[in-house]
């Protein structure tokens, strides 16, 4: 979890300038004109933005924004920036305390094939994600998942809330395959690490182009000793090369043979580790609405316990809300103790009954449910063998036999 809790502009010779935000979702409603578009311009700014876009007239005193977070463990993290861009640096503790502690310098993002710490790493370990690999389009070319990625679910402007499009997916673009596996990812947490991308149609033409020039490579000795050879041997140099041609055509269409052979297994397999992989996260989806109702029995238990040993003090209960129903108890109410507290134990104990064959059928169910997640898991592992095994054939064997 990962909760922004302030945000402060600070300059020389000037109060700072401060909000806070309370637990759980928060709205920022006012008129035109009073800074509600520059808040969600500091949170873009601090999460890696290049540039603080439409400074306003307010804001001309400050020079530093410091955005605080806070974690599921109470922890607090404070970024800071200047608002004339650079790199940020990053405190362990609240914004108030931010500058009496060391920080430490990080990128607002990476480039190119950098390692450098950034806002992303920052933040995701500060909040207890795992980066991944995502796919950024329909061959299945992958992306690092970024803070700005999952930006849309939580920070919603008031042009997405009117906009007649979800606020999470936006309108079509290039970047809504990669807005819909950030989604994806957050609800289940799986990545993209084992999607192999499709091949382009340009790279596909030049690797055949190679292989023509392979063989075109493998001819050429013989058309050159062919030139040397004197007239009167033409024909049996004639009768040599049609033997070598037919002998590498050969050999050629035997591991072409087998490498479509491979390929298609290696396809079949993909897929096989796509559906499972889709399996396991609807598996991890209803094992997880199976804990919450597991729990929801439990909470019932303890409220029928409650009920059923403490049925006899309902003679000394007045105007207050009953147990059983959360109705007032008026004097015509259908669960005054007039009933007689035997009654209402036997009834509590009838219902945690009840409750308790549903636990039971649900354990059973979630035992069924993990047998079958461990089967589906399974089969993903073996196909992962399969590819693995194609691949290692295509490359220990068929690539050295074509080049001999």
């Known amino acids: ?44 700014y601090i999460l890696g933005a290049d540039k603080m876009k439409k400074r306003i007239d307010e804001a001309a005193p400050y020079s530093r924004l410091f955005v605080e977070f806070e974690n599921s463990k109470a922890e607090f993290l404070t970024l800071e920036r200047g608002l004339n861009g650079g790199n940020l640096t990053a405190y362990p503790g609240k914004f108030k305390d931010a500058e009496n502690g060391k920080g430490e310098t990080i990128v607002p993002k990476r480039k190119g094939k950098s390692r450098a710490k950034d806002v992303t790493a920052a933040l995701f370990a500060f909040a207890g994600l795992q980066e991944a690999l995502l ?80 063989i075109s490579d493998l ?116 669960h005054k103790a007039s009933e007689g507290s035997a009654t209402v134990y036997q009834a509590a104990r009838a219902e945690a009954s009840k409750i308790l064959a549903h636990k039971k059928d649900l354990q059973e169910a979630n035992e069924t449910l993990q047998k079958l997640r461990l089967m589906r898991w399974n089969e993903q592992e073996s196909a992962q063998q399969t590819v693995k095994r194609a691949d290692d054939r295509t490359e220990s064997i068929l690539a050295p036999a074509v080049h001999e």
């Open 1 to 44: 979890m990962l909760q922004i809790r302030t945000i402060a502009l600070r300059g020389k010779e000037v109060e700072d300038a401060v909000i806070t935000f309370n637990d759980r979702s928060n709205i920022v409603a006012g008129a035109s004109d009073t800074g509600k578009s520059y808040l969600v311009r500091c949170i873009d």
């Open 135 to 214: 796919r950024k389009n329909d061959r299945g070319n992958t992306n690092r998942l970024t803070i700005r990625t999952i930006l849309p679910l939580f920070l919603v402007d008031e042009v997405s809330i009117i906009d007649e499009r979800s606020p999470i997916l936006g309108r079509a673009g290039f970047d809504e395959t990669a807005r819909k596996r950030a989604f994806a990812y957050m609800l289940s947490g799986k990545g993209d690490e084992g999607i192999v991308a499709a091949e382009r149609k340009d790279i596909a033409k030049a690797r055949i182009g190679a292989r023509l020039d392979l």
């Open 219 to 334: 001819l050429a000795p013989i058309e050159n000793r062919l030139q040397e050879r004197n007239s009167d041997h033409e024909d049996e140099t004639i009768d040599k090369l049609d033997e070598s041609i037919s002998k590498l055509s050969q050999v050629l269409s035997d591991h072409s043979a087998e490498r479509n052979s491979l390929q298609a297994e290696r396809r079949e397999a993909i897929t096989t580790i796509q559906h499972a992989e889709s399996q396991i996260i609807a598996i991890d989806e209803l094992a997880r609405q199976y804990a919450l109702l597991n729990e929801r029995y439990r909470t019932d238990l303890e409220r029928l316990d409650f009920i059923s040993e403490g049925a006899h003090f309902f003679e000394g209960l007045q105007e207050v809300r009953c147990p059983l129903c959360d109705q007032l108890m008026s004097p015509d109410h259908a």
